[in-house]
């Protein structure tokens, strides 16, 4: 093919000058193209913090590839990516939530890749299952879904497990944003995972029973909704917390001063963790700019701006955070579940087909 030097050899220097300005650039853009993988990547990303600026500019620092940005939530992404198709730009998808990893895998939006680098650093918990192709998606920070109560009305141990919550003795205390949410699809199907189809069936029976409203609003609604009195137990992900913990807002410390956090099951299988994660688009085009920025996630100055600018905990389990709030509100450590996210991921069809029938909005 054609590059800047056969250009000239072939139109001669000065003809080469004559040509338009955008004529000339055609063809040396078509050069480019035709020697080298051009250094950029296109993201696609259900992500929005001040600190993935810092993250973005150090990798271009450090690799010379320039990062083109699409922000969008996650409905957004997934819906762009189905309607481009073959011809999508995106090379790299981010999104919150195994369960929506694991349906945009299952529709086939991914790409499969062979990363040592990434297959060493990411715990397989915290990662798609790996086929011969490779693996589709990885975990890049860790979430967990605990309980909210009212410290006035409701005590701790009456609702220090997920089971509880769907006990009688919490009637017309409960919230949740919607069950189909996928913070709430992966929930139960970790809860599925732990304790079967049928006795998960019987509990979310038990939830629709003692719910205090109609489900509703977001994570942070449930929280609002206990410092408020209309609810006495919420559910809601760590980071919506911590957010609420680390405010000086007048009207979040005084939510803060009304609300108990526990992190359920400590005494049996640990208390239900997800992600967020990335992986490589099905038709992209830069495929090893879009490792190398997966690559570069899992680093420890990566891992530290990826995880903090939303609250959430590092992947790789050698990197060190220091969030007060997460600090906090776990005093150091807590027991979390075992099971892959992979799996959990795949009961959403199950559990949405359950909460069909017991009537879970
Ligand atoms: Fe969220």
């Not at 913090?49 to 690799?63: G, R, V």
């Not at 939006?109 to 915290?126: C, G, N, V």
């Amino acid at each position: 093919m054609f590059n800047s030097t056969s250009l000239r050899f072939i139109f001669g220097k000065r003809a080469l000058a004559r040509l338009t300005p955008l004529v000339a650039a055609a063809f040396m853009g078509l050069a480019g193209r035709a020697t080298a993988q051009e250094p950029v990547l296109n993201l696609y990303s259900a992500r929005h913090y001040q600190t993935d600026e810092a993250l973005y500019t150090n990798f271009t620092k450090a690799t010379g590839i320039k990062i083109n940005r699409v922000d969008a939530d996650d409905a957004g992404i997934l819906a762009r990516l189905k309607a481009e198709g073959a011809a999508s730009p995106a090379d790299v998808i981010l999104l919150v939530d195994a369960a929506r990893l694991g349906k945009a895998d299952m529709d086939g939006l991914f790409r499969p890749i062979k990363s040592p680098a990434l297959e060493a650093a990411i715990p397989a918990q915290f990662r798609a299952k790996s086929g011969p192709e490779g693996t589709t998606w990885f975990g890049f920070s860790t979430r967990a879904r605990v309980v909210v109560y009212d410290k006035l009305r409701v005590k701790k141990a009456d609702v220090d497990t997920y089971e509880e919550l769907a006990d009688p003795k919490n009637k017309g205390l409960l919230c949740t944003r919607s069950g189909s949410h996928p913070y709430n699809l992966s929930l139960f199907g970790a809860v599925t995972e732990h304790l079967g189809e049928a006795k998960t069936e019987t509990w979310l029976k038990g939830l629709v029973a003692n719910m205090a409203r109609t489900p509703k609003g977001g994570d942070t609604d449930q929280i609002k909704g206990v410092a408020s009195g209309e609810c006495g137990v919420a559910l809601s992900n760590t980071y919506y917390l911590a957010r609420i913990l680390r405010s000086d807002a007048p009207e979040d410390k005084a939510i803060a001063g009304k609300i108990g956090v526990v992190f359920p099951n400590q005494q049996s299988w640990g208390t239900h963790v997800n992600v967020a994660g990335a992986a490589v688009a099905k038709s992209a085009k830069n495929v090893s700019n879009a490792v190398k920025f997966l690559e570069y996630l899992a680093s420890p100055s990566a891992q530290n701006y990826f995880a903090d600018g939303n609250n959430e905990w590092p992947i790789v389990t050698s990197v060190k955070v220091n969030n007060p709030a997460l600090q906090a509100m776990t005093g150091g450590s807590f027991k979390s579940e075992n099971i892959p996210v992979s799996a959990v991921a795949n009961n959403q069809t199950k559990v949405q087909q359950m909460l069909d029938r017991v009537g879970y909005k």
